[in-house]
């Protein structure tokens, strides 16, 4: 059976770390989401910039691809983002920030996880996540699995939910027609496969790369760590079980 999520017996992050991981401040840091990739950075745009005031075309790259936004394709994408807003009642605008933790703090976040050696020699990165509003259907690419835990007591307003594709042959790693890889997909084609309210204070296996969305109808921040791996959630579930580590 295809793991999308599995709560683990981990270490919780002490409240003193907690404090201060609450506490680093999302400006002065750029959003490292904007790196990532055309649909991350349109995302943000659409939520962020007014269209009057882009200058068309943009040119966008992702990692060795470079691509030109017209206005039209822009507002093609627009279109069906919030489409699929709508469709699946996620609250709008919504924001996100990835801030890459210091050195100090991911060692702190890792001393107190003990994970086991197979895994910290895999060298997970660790990200500080910081949402407002929904997210729609997507898939990750900057990791393939992560150890999620959310750090805000507020854990009854957002629900996290997975589904299948009803394409089984879908490749999330081609590029669409327009020569990037867009991974929001049309809720309609898509089918539940599993949900969750994700706990305050719980550790979570997490599989990034099945399509995933949060639903929310509320405003509220959602700050949660995410310690990011580029094996399979199989993987990480079969590693940490080879420990022990499951309830
Ligand atoms: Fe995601």
Known sequence: MKIYFSSISLPCIPDEVVKSLLEIPLVNHESTANR????TKLMQMFSTLDVEEINFPIILTEHDVTVTITREIYDMLHKKCMDTYRKTSTVYPSRYYRINLSEH?????????????????LEPRIALQVSVGGLIPHVDFNRKSSLFYLLTDNHHLFTTTWYKHKNKNVNLLDPN?????WVA??????????EQQLKYGVWYIFNNHEYHSVFTTSNDKRVSISVEFDITAQELFEILNENGQFK
């Open 36 to 39: 990532y990739n055309v649909m």
């Open 105 to 121: 703090m991911r060692n702190s976040i890792l001393e107190c996880l003990s994970l086991p050696e197979k895994l910290i020699s």
């Open 177 to 181: 027609e327009l020569g990037f890889r």
């Open 185 to 194: 997909p049309d809720p309609d084609d898509l089918i539940l496969a599993a």
